[in-house]
């Protein structure tokens, strides 16, 4: 898609439920894009939502660099240990 925001997303998605009114999933993997978690979450309130850890790690270090922090963590010690836990904080269990 082009447009990746809510209102796209949630367009294309009300569109599908209605042609496939039968498919109600119960597990959703969606990436870290939140316009398209917030609308999965809207639409199929039911379902349980589930991400890649691939896909946080590629986000998290995206969004480092989008604002230049990127240089700070490797430099500092105690930045890159605080990178490394977050990366690891998804990977424990949710309860």
Known sequence: MESKTKASYRKV???F???FP???PLIIMIN???ALRNVFLDVYPE???SS???HFVQSLLKNIKKICY???IKQNREEKMCLRTCLELAQLPAY
Do not use: C, D, T, V
């Open 52 to 54: 890649y850890w691939l």
């Open 47 to 49: 379902a349980q939502n």
């Open 22 to 24: 039968e498919i109600k």
């Open 32 to 34: 870290f894009e939140s």
């Open 17 to 19: 439920k209605i042609q």
């Open 13 to 15: 998605m009300e569109r």
């Open 70 to 72: 990127s240089g700070y």
